[in-house]
């Protein structure tokens, strides 16, 4: 399973290519944590055109390979606007609840936006919404 970590799901986006700042990932008993140091988002993110919003998520999925069964939980900054200015940094937690049986994997995705009238609508662009498994437990 540790041979998992690192795992990056887009094969046209890794997370390294899209983020382009160092990320603290810092795993206990508990939890896993992530944090991204404050950034502007227009010259440390690649983005596609047409993109004015992100969201940085880090996912939880526990998976009973015995079972075939599985339960997610997500902690997720809300939209943030592309902008060139510097953004506070960003801390997302997730706890390992530490059921017996189940393979717990953590994974950070950024998803785009376009905004439209001031709704957000997803970008839906796989060349730029990566997401990497940080840790597994």
Do not use: C, H, W
């Not at 706890?95 to 439209?116: C, R, T």
Request: avoid cysteine; proline fraction near 4%; aromatic fraction near 10%.
């Amino acid at each position: 399973m540790d041979l998992l970590k690192g795992f990056e799901f887009s094969e046209k986006s890794a997370l390294r290519n899209v983020l382009k700042v160092n990320l603290d990932v810092i795993e206990d008993a508990a939890s896993v944590s992530v944090t991204i140091q404050e950034l502007v988002p227009s010259k440390y993110l690649v983005y596609s055109q047409g993109s004015t919003y992100y969201r940085i998520s880090l996912i939880r999925a526990g998976v009973d390979f015995t079972l075939q069964s599985y339960d997610t939980e997500t902690a997720s900054t809300p939209a943030m606007a592309i902008v060139n200015v510097t953004v506070p940094e960003v801390s997302l937690t997730l706890p390992k609840p530490g059921v017996a049986g189940k393979k717990y994997f953590f994974a950070l995705a950024i998803e785009f936006f376009l905004d439209v009238n001031g709704d957000q609508y997803d970008m839906n662009d796989i060349s730029q919404n990566p997401a990497a498994i940080l840790a597994v437990s």
